[in-house]
């Protein structure tokens, strides 16, 4: 598991078009000396977007004739030919989804804390401290509190720095406050509270959740998803979204009514249960931004 390899930064307004560029035209980008130069970012920024890029799963390093380099993935494809701005929402849930879901071992404490944190309100002492004893109770090595309380700072700053309405110039905000799936309630105390919210479908967008239950289809190969694993099950909607089972309700009614891949529900042993239709997750998310 990985920790504090952001560098402290949370993702910046343009950093996410910046980093796809510059791997689209030099796959050898985060490997020169002078790279922060040519992007007009800090050296410890480059190494923070670079650390983000390979969380969100849209770049990865490859090894080509000998000479190892960062190539977009498919989804960093399709995303940096459709959204490179983060201009819809729909774009920064899916890449929550891949910080939160975490394959590439990278982004541990988005996975702990929307998949295994059970709590919805905490204040943020007691936050690190529940992030601490996870931590000490799944790593065999010992890691530092200082690197865990920066990725909790972390987390909070990604989904909580909005931007400053009284400032058009301002930059540092980050894009993923627009999902509103948290809040940092502040205290002149140092015991600022922090909730989970549930957002409204709209907010994430229909294309997310699908996208979301087509990976979870593809990852373990089945063809029934019941509501119940949908709402409480790690890495699906429940989890990832913070969403109520009227939410979840409330969005697979819309999916069933989808034009090209409507699912289906299916009632077994008293319980109610989704069938979802065969399609990859990337080619559902290619067909649907064909649409525009």
Same mark, same amino acid.
């Given at each position: 598991?990985?920790?504090?390899?952001?560098?402290?930064?949370?993702?910046?307004?343009?950093?996410?078009?910046?980093?796809?560029?510059?791997?689209?035209?030099?796959?050898?980008?985060?490997?020169?000396?002078?790279?922060?130069?040519?992007?007009?970012?800090?050296?410890?920024?480059?190494?923070?977007?670079?650390?983000?890029?390979?969380?969100?799963?849209?770049?990865?390093?490859?090894?080509?004739?000998?000479?190892?380099?960062?190539?977009?993935?498919?989804?960093?494809?399709?995303?940096?030919?459709?959204?490179?701005?983060?201009?819809?929402?729909?774009?920064?849930?899916?890449?929550?989804?891949?910080?939160?879901?975490?394959?590439?071992?990278?982004?541990?404490?988005?996975?702990?804390?929307?998949?295994?944190?059970?709590?919805? /309100? +905490?204040?943020?002492?007691? !936050?690190?401290?529940?992030?601490?004893?996870?931590?000490?109770? @799944? &790593?065999?090595?010992? $890691? %530092?509190?200082?690197?865990?309380?920066?990725?909790?700072?972390?987390?909070?700053?990604?989904?909580?720095?909005?931007?400053?309405?009284?400032?058009?110039?301002?930059?540092?905000?980050?894009?993923?406050?627009?999902?509103?799936?948290?809040?940092?309630?502040?205290?002149?105390?140092?015991?600022?509270?922090?909730?989970?919210?549930?957002?409204?479908?709209? /907010? +994430?967008?229909?294309?997310? !959740?699908?996208?979301?239950?087509?990976?979870?289809?593809?990852? @373990? &190969?089945?063809?029934? $998803? %019941?509501?119940?694993?949908?709402?409480?099950?790690?890495?699906?909607?429940?989890?990832?979204?913070?969403?109520?089972?009227?939410?979840?309700?409330?969005?697979?009614?819309?999916?069933?009514?989808?034009?090209?891949?409507?699912?289906?529900?299916?009632?077994?042993?008293?319980?109610?249960?989704?069938?979802?239709?065969?399609?990859?997750?990337?080619?559902?998310?290619?067909?649907?931004?064909?649409?525009?």
């Amino acid at each position: 598991m990985a920790y504090a390899r952001h560098q402290s930064f949370y993702l910046r307004d343009k950093w996410f078009s910046k980093g796809l560029r510059a791997v689209d035209q030099d796959s050898r980008f985060f490997f020169n000396e002078f790279s922060f130069e040519t992007i007009g970012l800090g050296k410890n920024m480059v190494e923070s977007l670079k650390y983000w890029l390979i969380a969100f799963n849209v770049i990865e390093e490859r090894t080509r004739e000998g000479i190892r380099g960062h190539y977009l993935t498919e989804l960093g494809k399709t995303l940096y030919d459709d959204d490179k701005l983060l201009q819809r929402n729909e774009t920064l849930a899916i890449l929550h989804y891949h910080l939160t879901r975490n394959i590439n071992d990278q982004s541990t404490v988005f996975e702990w804390y929307f998949n295994k944190y059970k709590e919805t /309100s +905490v204040s943020k002492p007691d !936050l690190l401290k529940s992030f601490v004893t996870w931590v000490s109770q @799944n &790593e065999a090595k010992e $890691i %530092s509190e200082k690197s865990l309380k920066r990725d909790i700072d972390c987390l909070i700053q990604f989904y909580t720095k909005a931007p400053n309405e009284n400032d058009p110039e301002d930059v540092i905000f980050c894009p993923f406050s627009r999902l509103y799936l948290m809040e940092c309630i502040h205290s002149g105390e140092g015991f600022d509270t922090i909730k989970k919210i549930t957002p409204e479908i709209d /907010s +994430v967008g229909i294309i997310p !959740l699908y996208y979301v239950l087509l990976s979870h289809q593809a990852a @373990n &190969e089945v063809d029934l $998803i %019941s509501v119940d694993e949908i709402l409480n099950r790690e890495y699906l909607l429940g989890k990832t979204f913070n969403l109520s089972r009227n939410k979840i309700i409330e969005a697979l009614n819309i999916l069933t009514n989808h034009e090209s891949y409507p699912i289906q529900f299916v009632r077994t042993n008293n319980l109610d249960y989704i069938k979802l239709a065969k399609v990859s997750p990337i080619d559902y998310l290619k067909s649907e931004l064909l649409k525009g």
